[in-house]
């Protein structure tokens, strides 16, 4: 092997290594924004004793009444939303008592 065989292995390598970065990229972004990873700040005292009251949870067992089909819940699939009924981060894939079904 020459020289200029070694340089061109070199950059092959650092371009399959460029390669497998750019493809591991979206699982790290979606861990970070939510992937299962995400967790929902409750807020203050209050603010759990509200989640609590209402039986808040961040994991649903009905995928159908998950809060991001629910009318009070504003935000995204990926992120932590908010609720016009219980205060502090909400989850997307997060229920409770109150509930509404989006029309
Ligand atoms: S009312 Fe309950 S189910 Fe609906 S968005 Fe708020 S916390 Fe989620």
Do not use: K, N, W
Not at 39 to 52: I, K, L, N, S, V
Not at 62 to 87: F, I, M, N, P
Not at 96 to 103: E, K, Q, W
């Amino acid at each position: 092997m020459d020289h200029d065989d070694a340089r061109r292995l070199g950059r092959r390598e650092m371009m399959r290594r460029s390669l497998v970065v750019l493809a591991a990229a979206p699982a790290v972004t979606a861990i970070g924004c939510g992937g299962g990873a995400l967790e929902c700040t409750p807020g203050p005292a209050g603010d759990q004793a509200m989640r609590t009251a209402l039986h808040y949870v961040d994991h649903g067992p009905d995928a159908s009444r998950h809060c991001v089909r629910c009318q009070l819940y504003t935000g995204g699939e990926s992120a932590c939303g908010t609720c016009s009924v219980v205060a502090g981060g909400i989850h997307p894939q997060g229920t409770c008592d109150s509930f509404v079904a989006r029309s």
